[in-house]
């Protein structure tokens, strides 16, 4: 099994990457990480977005901006983890996203216009922390689990969040060990 870590997790002493580091400890086999901090994807303009559709309409699948997309659409699972900022997550994030989304490498369109998986993932797990409460507005885990299953059509997505974590009387390290132990990777 062929595991993807995306790493979106900023500070040096992230929660979201201890609890992300607690799912990927669940999982066998090899694990490939791609830290978006030290990735620095920038977002598409102009340029690149020329570029990248001269490249697709050549069918020319091996320039370095397509790396990311095939990376992606060649693991079993993705590990998404991301803080939880803004009521979603880091633009870094959203970078990466425009990244990966390629049609013609994570999916495409049918004659009737609608997306086709192309990619081999079967699963998603997003790991994410908040602050204050997230009810009604994690836009985070409904934007990651909307395009997974819509647009790249992947089966599974599951979210796990610890939240209230700054705010005063609550436990953050109880709170993280509770979410922890709820996490059940057998979907
Ligand atoms: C730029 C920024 C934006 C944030 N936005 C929110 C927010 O919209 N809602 C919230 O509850 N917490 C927000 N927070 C607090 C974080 O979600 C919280 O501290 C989280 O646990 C940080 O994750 P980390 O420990 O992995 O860095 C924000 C924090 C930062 C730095």
Redesign the pocket.
């Known amino acids: 099994m062929k595991t993807l870590f995306v790493n979106a997790?900023?500070?040096p002493?992230?929660?979201?990457?201890k609890l992300a580091k607690h799912v990927l400890a669940k999982l066998d086999g090899e694990v490939q990480e791609v830290n978006l901090e030290k990735e620095n994807i920038q977002p598409l303009n102009l340029d690149t977005l020329m570029q990248r559709d001269a490249l697709l309409k050549e069918k020319n699948y091996d320039a370095e901006m397509l790396k990311y997309a095939k990376q992606f659409a060649a693991a079993d699972t993705v590990v998404i983890a991301a803080?939880?900022?803004?009521?979603s997550f880091p633009a870094m994030l959203k970078n990466y996203i425009e990244a990966v989304t390629v049609n013609g490498i994570t999916f495409t369109y049918s004659e009737e216009g609608f997306p086709v998986s192309l990619n081999n993932i079967k699963k998603v797990i997003y790991v994410t922390?908040?602050?204050?409460?997230?009810t009604g507005m994690d836009y985070g885990c409904e934007y990651i689990t909307g395009i997974c299953q819509k647009l790249y059509g992947i089966p599974e997505v599951k979210c796990y969040k610890?939240?209230m974590?700054?705010v005063i009387g609550f436990d953050a390290d109880e709170i993280l060990a509770k979410v922890m132990e709820e996490i059940d990777l057998t979907m």
């Open positions: 997790c900023v500070r002493e992230s929660r979201t990457l803080p939880f900022w803004d009521l922390t908040a602050g204050g409460p997230t610890a939240e974590l700054d």
